[in-house]
Every structure is written in C-alpha cells, then in structure tokens.
C-alpha cells in the first residue's frame, strides 16, 4: 500500500502540475485529482499497517499537494474558460468593450487565483510537513521506550547473575568448611 500511495502521489503531482501548464483543460487535472484521493486513502491504509511508513508519508505529502493544486486550478480555470469565451465572442462579434471587460477580468482572476493557490498549498504543505515531524517524533519516543526497557531488563539480568553469583560463592564456601 505504501508503495502505491508513493507511486499515485508521484502521477498525481506530475497531472497537477501537467493541469496547471494547460488551465483550459480540465481533463488532466480531474485525472490528477482522483489519483491523488486514491494515493491519500492508500498512504493512510499504508501507515496503519506500518511497513513502508517513510513511502507512505511522502505519497501522503505528494497526493496532498496535488490535490490542492488541481482544486485551485478547476476553480481558478472555472472563472477563466468563462473570460476567454467572452474574449473570443468579443473578437468575433468586434465588440470592444466586451474584450475589454474579459481581458480585465482574465487579469483580475489571475492574480488574485494564483496568490488563493500559493497560500491553500503552503498551508498544506506545512500541515504534512508537520504531520510527518509528529510522526517522527512519535516513532523516535516509541523507540526510547523500547531501548529504556531493555537497558532495566539487561540491568534486571545483570542483577540476577551477580545474586547467583554470589550465592554459588557461598555455598562453595560452605561445602568448604
């Protein structure tokens, strides 16, 4: 599962960001989309289990990002394929004011979508990164915990050995005497 969420995390960015190179086509972008909930349910069923927890984090992290870019960008190309069919009908009609207002509007949607995008993807992108440092943090206390049990059980062992010790001294001792 990890492995696959890895893979589908990897696709999905690269259709995310295929989608985002050509915003007047969705298809790519719906595609990224899908594979990138697939790669999020995968990386999550992936780290349950826990083999592969590094491949299964970072396809989190992928799928994550590519989620919200191909969100960001149907939104942002929703608004935008509606200005550049104005354009066109502007054009074709010869009506300037109608160009206008589209070319307006296509700049206008621009500028205010792509700062929308920047900030929706860092704050995600500090969540993963955030998840996996509690992850990791996690992973290390669980290993301190093991490695301290097994110091007091060597020290428990440690102890039992010297009483035996000690007390085969004693009883060699004895039959000694």
Do not use: F, R
Not at 9 to 20: E, N, P, R
Not at 54 to 67: E, M, P, S
Not at 154 to 167: N, Q
């Amino acid at each position: 599962m990890s492995i696959a969420a890895l893979v589908l995390g990897i696709l999905s960015i690269i259709g995310s960001i295929v989608g985002a190179a050509n915003p007047l086509s969705n298809t790519i972008t719906i595609v990224a989309l899908i594979v990138g909930v697939i790669a999020i349910v995968l990386a999550a069923i992936g780290m349950k289990k826990g083999a592969g927890h590094g491949k299964a984090v970072a396809g989190l992290v992928l799928a994550i990002i590519a989620v919200v870019v191909s969100i960001v960008m149907l939104i942002a190309c929703g608004g935008a394929k509606q200005n550049v069919s104005d354009l066109v009908d502007g054009v074709v009609n010869g009506n300037t004011e109608q160009i206008e207002q589209a070319a307006s509007n296509l700049a206008g949607d621009a500028g205010e979508e792509v700062q929308s995008a920047v900030d929706d993807a860092i704050a995600e992108i500090e969540s993963a990164v955030n998840d996996a440092a509690n992850a990791a943090a996690d992973a290390v206390d669980t290993a301190a915990d093991a490695a301290a049990d097994a110091v007091d059980a060597a020290e428990d062992a440690v102890d039992a050995a010297a009483d035996a010790a000690a007390d085969a001294v004693d009883a060699a001792a004895d039959a000694a005497n």
